[in-house]
């Protein structure tokens, strides 16, 4: 009797690996976060998870944020990912951070995922307590010595990029752009301030927490993701 059905099998498998993959389809990534043993998290935590380039001066490719209720760890999340924001020169990693009453409790590593893959699994991203004196130790005087960095806050629902050296800083909201002035000391311990020439634009960093101000207004209160 011929047995038909295994070679059909192996026949699917090979047109499958034979089948080029879509570049333009939507992506999503899946992940699980967890601290390493189960937790229940306080109501409204927010979750972040964000899918970004490894390399220091890469783009983020996409993020996703939500609220959470009744949630516990370990705890499963996606992400859609839009082929159009990913570029062929970047590897590309996933970072996700928990938010607790305006606070970063919790941050990840950047863990490397494939994503040239219809279904990105992420596995288990593992994260740990935030330390926030971290970010602490700033010098005091007017002036302060910058390493050069790209900082990521989230302000409200939107996240927001401020690339800075020693000389000078670029603010990212949305699409458009700021050019400010270098970091200078501000009037409380650990803040630093950039600002634009004019003074219309202004952004305002204690480390875990920012704000920013356009023409006197103040936008959503900023904590930072990395």
Do not use: K
Not at 15 to 24: G, K, N, Q, R, S
Not at 77 to 98: F, H, I, M
């Amino acid at each position: 009797m011929l047995r038909t059905a295994p070679v059909l099998a192996l026949f699917a498998l090979l047109l499958a690996a034979c089948t080029p993959f879509d570049e333009t389809a939507e992506r999503t990534l899946t992940a699980t976060l967890s601290v390493g043993e189960p937790v229940s998290l306080p109501d409204d935590t927010l979750a972040v998870v964000e899918l970004r380039a490894l390399s220091e001066d890469g783009p983020v490719a996409a993020e996703a944020s939500v609220a959470l209720e009744d949630a516990s760890l370990p705890l499963e999340v996606s992400l859609n990912v839009d082929p159009a924001e990913l570029d062929t020169q970047y590897r590309y990693g996933v970072r996700a951070a928990l938010i607790i009453e305006g606070e970063l409790r919790w941050l990840s590593d950047l863990q490397p995922v494939n994503v040239r893959r219809a279904r990105i699994e992420a596995g288990e991203i593992r994260l740990e307590p935030f330390d926030p004196a971290l970010l602490e130790g700033l010098a005091e005087d007017a002036g302060v010595q910058m390493e050069a960095e790209e900082a990521f806050f989230l302000c409200g629902d939107g996240l927001i990029i401020v690339e800075r050296d020693a000389e000078g800083a670029v603010l990212h909201i949305e699409e458009s752009e700021y050019a400010l002035s270098p970091a200078q000391a501000g009037g409380e311990p650990g803040l630093i301030i950039h600002e634009s020439e004019d003074g219309n634009v202004r952004f305002e960093d204690a480390g875990a927490t920012a704000r920013y101000l356009m023409d006197g207004e103040a936008g959503p209160d900023c904590v930072r993701l990395m």
